[in-house]
Each structure stands twice: as structure tokens, then as C-alpha cells.
């Protein structure tokens, strides 16, 4: 094995001050200074994210696009004309006052990754793409995993244009407004990839529990996304006595009470949660004639998540009485995923081989790895969250810990890229 191949030609603190120069300068293009990281799909936010990643992805040299969907690719072009690429990298995007390393650790890696190519002079068979992907949190037009979705096919053109935020403003005039085309094509030919590979924080505590800085992902849990709509009578708070109120809120409060027990009932480390609600006509002196709440189901067996959409669906149908209608709509749902098996081998190979302990770990939350999965061969790593803790202003990963895991995907890119 030759230097390349051992890891010996990597500047390892140059690559860890780059790594945290990259993290800290995404991190302040949120809408929350001071109060974590908001950077919603298509906002000025993302503008700005999206013009370092694309500055930085030519400081390296590669070339660089956007596609419809508004995907950054940055590539490394290989030897082998028409060969297939192996992508590596993850989303740009965040939950409101969310962390700055849930997403940008991993596409932050892809250029490190890149860039070490490039600095050794290696040149792939099979071209290297950094990828940097939208809307995988679902935060601004919902369901999530966008980026991918779209790319891979699974979310239509028509499905694509219809998708809205809150304000009503839909994805094709959200790009628009920052400059983007949303008429290039979106939908890339599978043929096009040869792998996809991803790091990403464990937003949980199981690696700082035991000591361990390297996961290698075997599988990703199945998800689905629930969006429920109570709909009651309005009416004034003073004025309309109990026994005569269709309260949406009431009925809404009454079933989000139950689901942790219907998650206890089917166990297996089933998880149910409600994140999101919104009354209407939300005012303080006016019964609510409609709620609307999200409802987020995950399993790591595909038969537990069916068991608990059935059991939300009875449930809401036990309510469906006294002036009260309920609609239940199911915007997402992806089916437990297993990681490729060679690649799990080769990333648990080069982390041995560079002397990183690692171990073995299945993902509860979902990522865009797991909608690639069926596409093409996919390998994912973890690095350790302080505290087990994400989605919050108080997510840190150490720069360290993200230089070694970029060390352990340059050695299995370059043996997946065939580079020389």
C-alpha cells in the first residue's frame, strides 16, 4: 500500500482548521444570530450558504452545477469518459434554531475529501462528486429528504411545482426568487452513479457513551410523516356553552395525548412524535374550528411503522362524532434501509486501517442516504454529538472527530473511484 493508500501524504491539522473554518463560517448564515442555526430551503439564507459552497468547490477545482431542484454538484472529472460518479456529501438546509454540523458536516467532509484528490494529484477512473443537497428537514415545503427525493425520481415534476410553505409561496417561486432554475432537469439517471457516501453527526448519544469517535452505519430506520387535520365548529368562548362545542383543539389534544402509548403498545424502539400544530382562526376569545399537527413514525421494522399509521387512523376515526371531521394524509413515507454490505466492509476496513476504533450502529432518524439506497450503493459513517444533543442551538461535534471520519472516505474513495 502506498503513502496515498495509508493516509500519510493527509495534513491532518491543516485539514481539521479547514474543516472548522467551514462549519463556522455556514453557521452564520441563519436567520437566528445568537439563537442557532435557521436556514430554510430557497431563503436568503441559503443564497449565501450556497455561494461559499459552490466558491469553495472552485477553489478546488472541480466543476460545478446546480440542477432544477437547486442541488449543488461539484466534480471532479475521472478518466473513464461516461463512467459513472461516486457522489459524497449531504444537506445544506437546518430545522429552525437548529445546530450548525447536522447536514454541513457531511458536505463540508465532501470538499475535504476533494480536496485531497486534488492535493496528492490523484485522478479518479470513476468521477468524484461532491453533493450538497436541499430540503432534506422538510423544515420549509415539508415531507423532507427533497433533495434527493427529487433527484432519484421519487418526487415528481407536477408533485414538485404544487409543494408550498406557510406563507403560501410555492418551491418554483422560492427558487426564483434567489435566482435559481427550476426548469433544469431534476431527476438523474442511476446509471449516472456508481455509490453515494455520507457522514453525518449521530444526533444521539450512543458513540459518547462508549467512547468511540467512528459508527458505521448498517441501516436507517423506516419513517413516515403523518399530516392530520381536525376540523370543528368556531365559535365565542364566552357565549357557546360546553356541551354545544365542536372543539377542533380539544379532539386534537385528546389523540396527541395518546400516540406515546401507541408507540409503547408496539415497542422494538418505536417512536411517535408531534412537532408541529397549528390552530385557526387562533384567537384567545374564539373556539378553534380547525387544527392541523404533524405526526412523525419511525421503526426500525417496516411492520412497526404500518402498525402505528393503522392505529393513528382508528383513532382518528374514534373521533369522527359530534360535529368533528378528521382528514389524515401521509405526505412521506420511506421504508427501512440497509446500507450497502461491501462498502459497510471497506468503510469498517479503512478506519481499522488508519487506526480509528469504530463499531457497528443503525440510525433512528432518517437522511437522504436512505432514499439513495435503493438507487445505488450507499455507505454512511457517524461521528459522536456532544451530549447526544441536535436540532438545537447546543449541537457540537468536534472538528477532530469529522477530520478522521474525512480520512476514512478519502481512503474508500479513492478505492471506489479507482483513482491513481
Known sequence: MNEVQTGKNVNF???????????????????????????????????LARQYIKAKMKEVGLTVREDGLGNIFGRLEGSQKGAPSVLIGSHFDSVPNGGSYDGPAGVVAGLEVAALFVENGLTPKYPLEVIALVEEEGSRFGGGLM???????????EDFKTLKDKDGITTVEAME???LDPSLPKKRDPKTVKAYLELHIEQGPILEEKGITIGVVEAIVGLTQLDVTVKGHAGHAGTTPMDKRADALVVAAKMIAQFPELAAAVGDGTVITTGQLQVYPNGSNV?????VFSVDIRSGKEEHVQNVIQKVKELADSYRESGIDIIVEQPLYVQPKAMDKEIVRLLKEKSSELGFPSCSINSGAGHDAMVFADFTDVGMLFIPSKNGLSHCPEEWSDSLHIAEAVKILFEAAIELTEAE
Open 13 to 47: 491539522e491543516k485539514v481539521q482548521a479547514r474543516i472548522e473554518s467551514h462549519i463556522d463560517t455556514l453557521g452564520t448564515y441563519t436567520a437566528t444570530p445568537g439563537k442557532g442555526t435557521t436556514r430554510l430551503t430557497y431563503s436568503q439564507e441559503d443564497l
Open 147 to 157: 433533495g434527493s427525493r427529487g433527484m432519484v425520481g421519487l418526487l415528481g415534476e
Open 287 to 291: 373556539i378553534p374550528d380547525q387544527t
Open 177 to 179: 426568487k434567489i435566482g
